[in-house]
Nanobody, 120 residues
């Protein structure tokens, strides 16, 4: 089992940047696929970016070229660098982990979420 804790959210002006961090417990962090999701009220949660244990990466179309996901297996941490932020990026961002190599499917372990607010 793994526990994940997000940090790094906050308020930023449009065009600005934020970096989210997700610290995970457990000795087998490198074997998990990690994802960043976001959710706004009345909308379904969406996968923003994911990185598999083999390093495969995928992004939501609307963040391609602006967001970068990375992981440091020595620090048990996954990051989401968010540049050129837009007001529509405003959401609660969640870090999640899943067993297996695919970035698709159900994520078993979730953090508590961190708020990102982008002002226009």
């Amino acid at each position: 089992q793994v526990q994940v804790v997000e940090s790094g959210g906050g308020l930023v002006q449009a065009g600005g940047s934020l970096r989210l961090s997700c610290a995970a417990s457990g000795r087998t962090f490198s074997s998990y696929t990690m994802g960043w999701f976001r959710q706004v009220p009345a909308k379904e949660r969406e996968l923003v970016a994911a990185i598999s244990r083999s390093g495969y990466i995928e992004y939501l179309d609307s963040v391609k070229g602006r967001f970068t996901i990375s992981r440091d297996n020595t620090e048990n941490t996954v990051y989401l660098q968010m540049n050129t932020l837009k007001p529509e990026d405003t959401a609660v961002y969640y870090c999640a982990a899943k067993i297996g190599v695919s970035t698709k499917g159900r994520y078993e372990y979730w953090g508590q979420g961190t708020q990102v607010t982008v002002s226009s």
